[in-house]
């Protein structure tokens, strides 16, 4: 069955139309709209953190059971592969500089002369065949570098203090090696119909695990893996994103209104939704104008405070190394309590190990998987060890007076001494950035928006790309996934911050089971990988001598 897009078009009016009709029958009624869908959604998101987060005793600790997976296997990638993420990041930038473009002989794909988009595919159209290596970098990060370096680092801190700053930089070192390995894989075993690249965890776990004799493994994992990504893609790469950009829009312009969240979300939902129809080619046009300005806003704005402060930084320092083994009284759990914050942040931030990222640098031009997966690297010192980083000094100097007092958070929202208001999240930041850029908030507000639809794009292409591996390449698998994916947009306007960050934690924590398990199975074909695309260095360089 064939959908035009003026029939895809009428759907987002229906749906639109549908939570307007629900918003006029909340009136006159104790609860707004909002309230009534927080409500409705909270339960659900307790009960999914407390399955996902189960914690594991460690004598008189509690660690959650995923934590230990991620945090174990990063540590064992980092070792095996004798600190791959550090030892070779001068070989990952000119590999992005293309200074080895020679060695990754692939033929261009032909399209001929087809302007339609195969459901599905990530590819950059605008190139003839695939994607650089630098593109598929661009791509990737364009999906991890979103509100989590804003809004969830200023919650990490707010309950673990500038400890969690710590434990959130180690986990993105670690990350290095773990998202070398997933993306490696994703090259690997990737897929190509009707001259469309397809890749990811789905194929690895799949193909791999049954090269090893593992079948039903693998395709349990794969089967199990798709539904989480479309899951994490509902959540953290789009309710969470909804929530704090509206969360930043009410607060900057001082809006009111029991269903004011709902409003706003029907308005992203709409513009998100135009730009999705569209396909790759209108997605594609849109990030690649907008990551650059949404970075150049953001990062020069905390390089700018971080300068005008460079004589605090060694106190904001000195707190992040003291607290993160020494936690100020008020820190819940102490210093495992700051750890487990500092390591949901960075794995919510960066994504590695939830191979979500293989996705999108499964798709890069290459005959050597392992250029990618040293290429992919970069992305979580990107996301996390830099710009992470950068979003915590200047939270952590603001509070150098006293703003708030880290611990005494209700809701994941902190008490400001000053007025006795509670501000959590993107406002946080907001509030930071703010006291030394005044009039800040609006910019703020700008890059915000614009990086929670980045982010959103991308993320509706992932889980895009797993519905399709569930249930097909069809316009009706795609349109199914596309409404349900605006639904979550309105949704995550409408509820607390609370209710998305538990939903959306636990989503995208989720992922970690079944990749890592195949991740740590596989491993041995990436070393491979590794040994042969080294050796073709070698003999590039011999050759030049």
Request: some cysteine; aromatic content about 12%.
């Amino acid at each position: 069955m064939i959908f035009s897009k003026s029939f895809l078009f009428k759907q987002i009016f229906l749906l639109l139309l549908f939570f307007s009709s629900f918003q006029q029958q909340s009136y006159g009624q104790e609860l707004g709209l909002d309230e009534k869908i927080n409500e409705l959604f909270m339960p659900i998101a307790i009960a999914w953190e407390d399955f996902i987060l189960m914690p594991l005793s460690l004598g008189q600790f509690e660690m959650p059971i995923v934590l230990i997976l991620l945090l174990g296997g990063a540590l064992f990638f980092t070792i095996y592969f004798r600190f791959i993420n550090l030892r070779k990041v001068g070989l990952s930038i000119k590999i992005v500089r293309g200074v080895y473009d020679d060695l990754d002989h692939h033929e261009s794909i032909d399209e001929g002369n087809s302007k339609e988009d195969i459901i599905g595919t990530i590819k950059d159209e605008s190139i003839e065949g695939e994607v650089n290596h630098f593109q598929a970098l661009s791509t990737a990060v364009s999906g991890t570098v979103g509100l989590g370096n804003i809004a969830l680092v200023a919650v990490a801190i707010s309950i673990g203090g500038p400890g969690a700053t710590f434990w959130m930089i180690l986990a993105g070192l670690l990350g290095m090696s773990t998202k070398f390995v997933e993306c490696t894989l994703g090259v690997k075993y990737r897929e190509v119909h009707d001259n469309k690249v397809y890749g990811g965890p789905m194929y690895y776990l799949s193909k791999g695990l049954k090269e090893q004799g593992r079948e039903k493994l693998g395709k349990g994992l794969a089967f199990l893996f798709a539904i989480l990504c479309v899951g994490a893609s509902f959540g953290g790469g789009n309710a969470f994103q909804s929530n704090q950009a509206t969360a930043q829009i009410i607060n900057t312009f001082g809006l009111s209104g029991q269903s004011i969240g709902t409003f706003i979300g029907l308005a992203f939902a709409f513009v998100v939704g135009i730009i999705i129809i569209g396909g790759i080619k209108r997605i594609g046009k849109v990030t690649e104008k907008v990551v650059p300005f949404m970075a150049i806003i953001y990062v020069g704005s905390a390089l700018i405070i971080l300068i005008m402060n460079w004589r605090l930084l060694d106190n904001a320092f000195i707190q992040i190394f003291q607290q993160a083994f020494n936690p100020v009284a008020g820190i819940t759990g102490g210093v495992i309590g700051v750890m487990i914050q500092g390591f949901r942040r960075a794995a919510f931030s960066n994504e590695a190990g939830a191979g979500s990222a293989a996705i999108a640098h499964s798709a890069v031009i290459t005959n050597h998987p392992a250029s990618e997966g040293l290429v992919a690297l970069l992305e979580p010192f990107i996301d996390t060890v830099l710009i992470c980083t950068m979003t915590a000094l200047v939270i952590i100097i603001f509070n150098l007076n006293g703003a708030f007092e880290y611990g005494n958070v209700l809701n994941d929202q902190v008490l400001l001494l000053s007025n006795s208001e509670r501000i959590g999240g993107v406002n946080l930041t907001s509030l930071a950035f703010e006291s030394y850029l005044p009039g800040y908030s609006y910019v703020l507000m700008v890059a915000v928006v614009l990086f929670a639809v980045s982010t959103m794009l991308s993320w509706s292409y992932y889980g895009l790309q797993s519905w399709i591996f569930l249930f097909g390449k069809s316009k009706f698998s795609d349109l199914s996934f596309k409404c349900i994916f605006l639904l979550f947009t309105v949704l995550g306007s409408a509820i607390t911050l609370e209710a998305v960050i538990k939903f959306s934690d636990a989503m995208i924590l989720a992922l970690v089971f079944p990749n890592m398990i195949g991740l740590l199975l596989l491993f041995p074909k990436v070393s491979l990988e590794l040994k042969g695309y080294l050796n073709q260095i070698k003999k590039k360089s011999k050759a030049i001598e």
